[in-house]
C-alpha cells in the first residue's frame, strides 16, 4: 500500500516569499491533516479536513496560511507571504478508521525561511 | 497550546534494556495514542489506547493507562538500536476532534 506522498521534500525561501506544499492521502482516506512542527517541539495541527470539508482549523494563522482539499483527494497547503518563524517541517496525514484515530504521516517538508 | 508531556524527555539505555516513557495530561480523553520519529522522518503509529482501557499490548510493546491520574506509560522491552527515536504521547481530547501531541522524548539505545 503507498503512504501519504508529500513534496517537496525541502524548500528554501527568503521571507515575504510565497511557498506551497502539497500532499496525497492514502487512497480512501477520508480525513486529511496538517501539522506543523517546529524543531523540538511536537507536531501542532492546522488544519483538518474531512473529505473536502474543514473540521477544524483554529490554530491556521489566517492572514497568511490557506488550505484546500480538492475533490476531498489531495491537498495544498500555502504561506503567503512568510516568516521567519515559520521555518518547520509542515507534515501531512491521513486517516481512515474514524476522525483521530491512527494517522498515518507523511515524510514531511522541511521548511526555511531565511 | 499542547497539553500533557513526555516523561523523561531524553532517555539513554543499553541494547537489551527496558526503556519507560510517561505521558501526562490535564484534560478528559477520549483515546491515547503513542507514536515514533526517526530522525527527518514522518510519525509513524505505534498504539491506541481507549479511555476504558487499562493495557494493551503490540509485540514490545506495552501501554498503560489511568485516566485517574491522568497519565499513561510506554514500555518497550528488550530495547534494540533501531528502536533509536522520539516518541510521542497524543490525546483525542474529550469533546474535541483535535489530536494533540506532547513535545516528545528522544529515547538512543546504545549497541
Known amino acids: 500500500e503507498a503512504g501519504v506522498a508529500q513534496s517537496p521534500r525541502y524548500k528554501i525561501i527568503e521571507k515575504r516569499q510565497s511557498v506551497a506544499f502539497w500532499c496525497n492521502p492514502i487512497s480512501g482516506h477520508a480525513t486529511l491533516y496538517w501539522y506543523q512542527q517546529i524543531l523540538g517541539q511536537g507536531p501542532k495541527l492546522l488544519i483538518q479536513f474531512q473529505n473536502n470539508g474543514v473540521v477544524d482549523d483554529s490554530q491556521l494563522p489566517k492572514d497568511r496560511f490557506s488550505a484546500e482539499r480538492l475533490k476531498g483527494v489531495d491537498s495544498t497547503l500555502k504561506i503567503q507571504p512568510a516568516k521567519l518563524e515559520d521555518s518547520a517541517v509542515y507534515l501531512c496525514?491521513?486517516?481512515?478508521?474514524?476522525?483521530?484515530?491512527?494517522?498515518?504521516f507523511g515524510s514531511g517538508t522541511q521548511l526555511s525561511v531565511l | 497550546s499542547q497539553q500533557g508531556e513526555e516523561d523523561p524527555q531524553a532517555l539513554s539505555i543499553q541494547e537489551g534494556e527496558n526503556a519507560t516513557m510517561n505521558c501526562s495530561y490535564k484534560?478528559?480523553?477520549?483515546?491515547l495514542q503513542w507514536y515514533r520519529q526517526n530522525s527527518g522522518r514522518g510519525l509513524v503509529h505505534l498504539i491506541l489506547?481507549?479511555?476504558?482501557?487499562r493495557e494493551k499490548h503490540s509485540g514490545r510493546l506495552r501501554v498503560t493507562l489511568d485516566t485517574s491520574k491522568k497519565s499513561s506509560s510506554l514500555l518497550i522491552t528488550a530495547s534494540r538500536a533501531a528502536d533509536t527515536a522520539s516518541y510521542f504521547c497524543a490525546r483525542l481530547q474529550g469533546g474535541s476532534e483535535k489530536l494533540v501531541f506532547g513535545k516528545g522524548m528522544k529515547l538512543t539505545v546504545n549497541p
Open positions: 489506547i481507549r479511555s476504558n482501557e
Open positions: 496525514a491521513s486517516s481512515l478508521v474514524g476522525l483521530n484515530e491512527k494517522l498515518f
Open positions: 484534560t478528559s480523553i477520549n483515546n
